[in-house]
C-alpha cells in the first residue's frame, strides 16, 4: 500500500467513525434523558438527507435561495417532523417495556425505509455542496484530487472504492470507460458524476496498479 492510499484510508477511516458517534450520541441521549429506546435514530439522518435532496430545488425555485436557505427550511420541517412523530408514536413508549420500544422503533425503521424507496426511488441521488464548503485541504497534487473524490467505507459496496461517497463505484466508470464510452457519454449515464470524478477514478486506477512486483 502506497502512501497515498494509506492516508486516504486514514480519512475515510476519521470519516465513517465520526458518523458513527453522530448516531450513537443521538442514541444515547435520548436513551438517558427521555428512557426510550429509539432504534430508528439512523432513520432520522436519512430522512435529513433526503430532505435536503428533495428541498434544494423547491427552495431554489421558489426563494431563488441555496444552501442556507434550504437549511432553515429544511430545520423548520424537521422541527414539525419530530413533533408529528412525537405525538403518534413516541409519547405512548414512555411508560411501556424496554422491549416494546425496541419493536416499535424497528418498526419505524422498516417504514422509513419503504416510503424512502417509494417517494425517490433507488437511484444514486447527491446534493451539489456549497462553494463556501466545498474547498479542499491541500495534502499533495495525488491526495487532493483523491481525498476528495475516491472514498472508501466499508459498509457500502462490500467497501469497494467508490466516488464521493455516492452508491458509484470506480470500477463502474472504468467498466464504462472500457466499454468505449467518452467521458460525456458516461457523465449522460451516470449525470451525478462530472469530470473532475472521471479524471480521479483514473488516476486512482493508475496510482493503484503503479507499484513494483518482485519476480520469484
Same mark, same amino acid.
Given at each position: 500500500?502506497?502512501?497515498?492510499? $494509506?492516508? =486516504?484510508?486514514? *480519512?475515510?477511516?476519521?470519516?465513517?467513525? /465520526?458518523?458513527? $458517534?453522530?448516531?450513537?450520541?443521538?442514541?444515547? *441521549?435520548? +436513551?438517558?434523558?427521555?428512557?426510550?429506546?429509539?432504534?430508528?435514530? !439512523?432513520? +432520522?439522518?436519512?430522512?435529513?438527507?433526503?430532505?435536503?435532496?428533495?428541498?434544494?430545488?423547491?427552495?431554489?425555485? #421558489?426563494?431563488?435561495? !441555496? $444552501? $442556507?436557505?434550504?437549511?432553515?427550511?429544511? +430545520?423548520?420541517?424537521?422541527?414539525?417532523?419530530?413533533?408529528?412523530?412525537?405525538?403518534a408514536f413516541f409519547s405512548f413508549l414512555y411508560e411501556r417495556e424496554h422491549l416494546q420500544q425496541v419493536l416499535m422503533t424497528?418498526? /419505524? %425503521?422498516?417504514?422509513?425505509?419503504?416510503?424512502?424507496? %417509494?417517494?425517490?426511488?433507488? @437511484?444514486?441521488?447527491?446534493?451539489?455542496?456549497?462553494?463556501? /464548503?466545498?474547498?479542499?485541504?491541500?495534502?499533495?497534487?495525488?491526495?487532493?484530487?483523491?481525498?476528495?473524490?475516491? #472514498?472508501?467505507?466499508?459498509?457500502?459496496?462490500?467497501?469497494?472504492? &467508490?466516488?464521493?461517497? *455516492?452508491?458509484?463505484?470506480?470500477? @463502474?466508470? *472504468?467498466?464504462?470507460l472500457a466499454a468505449g464510452l467518452t467521458t460525456a457519454q458516461v457523465i449522460d449515464e451516470l449525470p451525478d458524476l462530472d469530470?473532475? @470524478? =472521471?479524471?480521479? &477514478?483514473?488516476? +486512482?486506477?493508475?496510482?493503484? %496498479?503503479?507499484?513494483?512486483?518482485?519476480?520469484?
Open positions: 500500500m502506497d502512501l497515498a492510499t $494509506f492516508l =486516504i484510508q486514514c *480519512l475515510n477511516s476519521v470519516q465513517y467513525g /465520526l458518523l458513527l $458517534f453522530l448516531v450513537a450520541s443521538g442514541l444515547t *441521549l435520548i +436513551f438517558g434523558i427521555m428512557g426510550v429506546i429509539n432504534l430508528a435514530h !439512523g432513520s +432520522f439522518y436519512m430522512i435529513g438527507a433526503y430532505m435536503a435532496y428533495a428541498l434544494a430545488p423547491v427552495v431554489a425555485s #421558489t426563494f431563488g435561495g !441555496g $444552501f $442556507f436557505a434550504t437549511l432553515v427550511v429544511g +430545520f423548520a420541517l424537521s422541527i414539525v417532523l419530530g413533533y408529528l412523530l412525537e405525538w424497528y418498526g /419505524l %425503521i422498516l417504514v422509513f425505509e419503504e416510503l424512502r424507496s %417509494i417517494i425517490v426511488g433507488d @437511484d444514486v441521488h447527491g446534493v451539489e455542496a456549497p462553494a463556501i /464548503l466545498a474547498g479542499t485541504l491541500p495534502l499533495g497534487d495525488i491526495m487532493t484530487l483523491l481525498a476528495e473524490r475516491i #472514498t472508501v467505507n466499508p459498509d457500502q459496496c462490500g467497501g469497494r472504492p &467508490c466516488v464521493r461517497g *455516492l452508491r458509484i463505484r470506480v470500477t @463502474d466508470v *472504468l467498466d464504462l469530470r473532475e @470524478d =472521471i479524471a480521479a &477514478c483514473l488516476r +486512482f486506477a493508475s496510482k493503484r %496498479i503503479d507499484h513494483p512486483i518482485v519476480a520469484a
